[in-house]
Structure formats: structure tokens, C-alpha cells
């Protein structure tokens, strides 16, 4: 009976860390591995409940977009100018650099903080889930200072 409880709640912390992981690589592709990718500088230049948009300066060669938007949450204010990258098939832009690094991998930090008490309290590893809650609060508050 022990060894099944263990090893349902390892699957359990796992399922939390592999969906954070697998959550938060939709945007993170982008910012990891920007080679082949349009980058960009994006102004702010209004913003609804969700997204904001705004004028779109390539630096490489023209492109087909004037325009793009961005996730209301890394667009600080009206007139900023950003670091972006343009998803591909899309008019959404992803922030780069470490705030828009961070930013991503956002999901990843909460499904850590998450599985640390399964793992604490459920494995009895008490030092693998400190350092879990470590790192997803760390990401966490490194995403939110560098924003």
C-alpha cells in the first residue's frame, strides 16, 4: 500500500511539472529559439481586456505586418517601446529578453510551486520539494521584477 501511494503521488508531481513544462513552451519556443524568426521592436499603442497592439518596425527586411499584438501582461504601458519576436503564421509577438524569457516559462514556476507540497508531503522529500518551491518562486518573482 505504501509503494502505491508513492507512486501515485510521484505521478501526480510529475502531471503538474510535465503540464507547467508543456504550458509554458507554447510561448517559450519562441524566445528560446529565435533563429529563422522575424524580430522586431513593437509600440504600444492601445490595449484592450487581454492583448495590446501596436506599430510593428522589423530589422531585418520589410514585412507583410504593420501591426501586431501582444499578451496584455508584458506590455507595460501605452507608448513602450518592446523587443519582440513575431510567432510565425501569426500577428502575435512574443517579448524577448529576460523579462519576456521569464515571462513564459511563468506556468512551469506556478506547476512547481504546486507539485512541492505533493512531493513534501506526499513523498516525504522534504528538500526536493523546498528546493521545487525555490525555483518556482524564484521564477516566479524573477518574471515579475524584470517586467
Avoid at 64 to 74: F, G, N, Q, T, Y
Avoid at 91 to 118: F, I, M, S, Y
Wanted: glycine letters at 14%.
Amino acid at each position: 500500500m505504501n509503494h502505491a501511494r508513492n507512486a501515485a503521488m510521484a505521478l501526480v508531481a510529475l502531471l503538474l511539472v510535465v503540464a507547467g513544462v508543456w504550458s509554458s513552451w507554447e510561448t517559450a519556443q519562441h524566445v528560446l529559439l529565435p533563429k529563422g524568426r522575424e524580430h522586431g521592436t513593437l509600440t504600444v499603442t492601445g490595449c484592450d481586456e487581454e492583448t495590446c497592439s501596436g506599430r510593428y518596425v522589423p530589422e531585418g527586411p520589410a514585412s507583410p505586418h504593420a501591426s501586431l499584438r501582444i499578451e496584455h501582461s508584458v506590455a507595460a504601458a501605452k507608448g513602450q517601446t518592446l523587443p519582440v519576436v513575431v510567432k510565425p503564421g501569426t500577428d502575435e509577438a512574443v517579448r524577448t529578453g529576460w523579462g519576456g524569457g521569464l515571462h513564459a516559462w511563468l506556468p512551469l514556476g506556478g506547476a512547481l510551486l504546486l507539485a512541492a507540497p505533493v512531493v513534501g508531503g506526499g513523498l516525504r522529500m522534504t528538500r526536493t520539494a523546498w528546493s521545487a518551491a525555490g525555483l518556482g518562486g524564484a521564477l516566479l518573482l524573477g518574471a515579475f521584477f524584470a517586467l
